[in-house]
């Protein structure tokens, strides 16, 4: 064995060179990902929010940033208690997890969330629902997530997938989004927020009209009554578009970005005078943080800050 390996006949040799020769030649290809409807993770940055998900997909396209994609895809991100108990969880992770100051949510590039599981609902009598208080735990721990929540809308957004997403801190839209509150057409209303936050966000008459025929609204439209910060042309550029929004909020003082996002929260909740007499405490109180000394010193200083998030 040892012999045939070693003695090799000079035709073997001259081939093995020739063999050897043509690999040097070989460059490395670099790595050229085929396109996705979303950006890929080609490695995460945290590792707090290891667990699998049934209904969900989770990564950390950038230092910061958490990453939550709602995934059904054949029932079009449809909304069922299964779906929220993994949202809750992993929002809940995300929120605990130090590395993340920011999380987007998303969906697919057809369906933001296409609504309620009706198949879920269609047989519930009212003691059930009362008893049970059916859906409320689908709006009742988003309110709580300190951390700022961006929605990134693509395709349809219909009935709860709506509301999911005007119950988020910002919404990023795509041009062919649709969003609207259909419940009158099943013979019920919204039931998770809808007729609260939509009124707040485009005002009585619009949300009348809307809720009361269950028409739609574009991503367009949606941009121009105040319920998308942004609009994008493409669902790529729409998901990208959050990403890079949380990955700022995530490189900025997380006491200051918890106490921004508290008050202005607070704004839709009490009167004006209460809402401001709140703020000014929330200001005088970050004078106690380190982050603001490190801050405004680099502000005089003219260099850029090295937040303690304390």
């Known amino acids: 064995m040892f012999l045939r390996i070693i003695f090799f006949s000079a035709a073997s040799q001259e081939k093995r060179a020739l063999t050897m020769a043509s690999l040097r030649v070989l460059r490395p290809m670099a790595f050229k990902p085929a396109h996705t409807s979303f950006p890929l993770t080609l490695r995460?940055?945290?590792?707090?929010?290891?667990?699998?998900?049934?209904?969900?997909?989770?990564?950390?396209?950038?230092?910061?940033?958490?990453?939550?994609?709602?995934?059904?895809?054949?029932?079009?991100?449809?909304?069922?208690?299964?779906?929220?108990?993994?949202l809750n969880d992993a929002l809940k992770k995300y929120d605990d997890d130090d590395t993340i100051g920011a999380i987007v949510l998303t969906g697919s590039e057809k369906a933001f969330a296409a609504g309620a599981d009706i198949k879920e609902m269609k047989d519930l009598t009212f003691s059930q629902a009362y008893n049970t208080n059916f859906i409320a735990s689908w709006s009742s721990t988003i309110p709580h997530i300190r951390k700022p929540l961006i929605a990134a809308v693509n395709g349809v957004a219909l009935g709860g997938g709506c509301e999911l997403a005007l119950i988020t801190d910002i919404i990023y839209c795509?041009?062919?989004?649709?969003?609207?509150?259909?419940?009158?057409?099943?013979?019920?209303?919204?039931?998770?927020?809808?007729?609260?936050?939509?009124?707040?966000?485009?005002?009585k008459s619009?949300?009348?009209?809307?809720?009361?025929?269950?028409?739609?609204?574009?991503?367009?439209?949606?941009?121009?009554?105040?319920?998308?910060?942004?609009?994008?042309?493409?669902?790529?550029?729409?998901?990208?578009?959050?990403?890079?929004?949380?990955?700022?909020?995530?490189?900025?003082?997380?006491?200051?970005?918890?106490?921004?996002?508290?008050?202005?929260?607070?704004?839709?909740?009490?009167?004006?005078?209460?809402?401001?007499?709140?703020?000014?405490?929330?200001?005088?109180?970050?004078?106690?943080?380190?982050?603001?000394?490190?801050?405004?010193?680099?502000?005089?200083?003219?260099?850029?800050?090295?937040?303690?998030?304390?």
């Open 44 to 86: 995460p940055y945290s590792s707090v929010v290891a667990a699998t998900y049934d209904n969900l997909l989770i990564s950390t396209p950038k230092p910061g940033v958490g990453l939550i994609t709602l995934h059904r895809p054949r029932a079009l991100n449809a909304l069922s208690s299964a779906l929220f108990r993994e």
């Open 174 to 203: 795509s041009s062919t989004a649709t969003f609207g509150q259909p419940e009158i057409k099943l013979g019920i209303i919204p039931g998770a927020g809808g007729s609260q936050r939509l009124t707040r966000a485009v005002g």
């Open 206 to 310: 619009r949300a009348m009209e809307l809720i009361l025929t269950g028409k739609n609204f574009s991503g367009k439209e949606a941009s121009e009554w105040g319920v998308a910060a942004r609009v994008f042309e493409s669902a790529q550029e729409c998901v990208d578009g959050a990403v890079e929004t949380a990955g700022k909020i995530a490189g900025l003082s997380k006491v200051a970005v918890t106490a921004a996002k508290e008050v202005v929260n607070k704004s839709q909740e009490v009167p004006l005078r209460e809402g401001l007499d709140f703020e000014r405490k929330v200001f005088h109180g970050l004078f106690g943080s380190r982050d603001q000394k490190i801050g405004m010193s680099a502000f005089v200083e003219k260099k850029k800050p090295e937040w303690s998030h304390e």
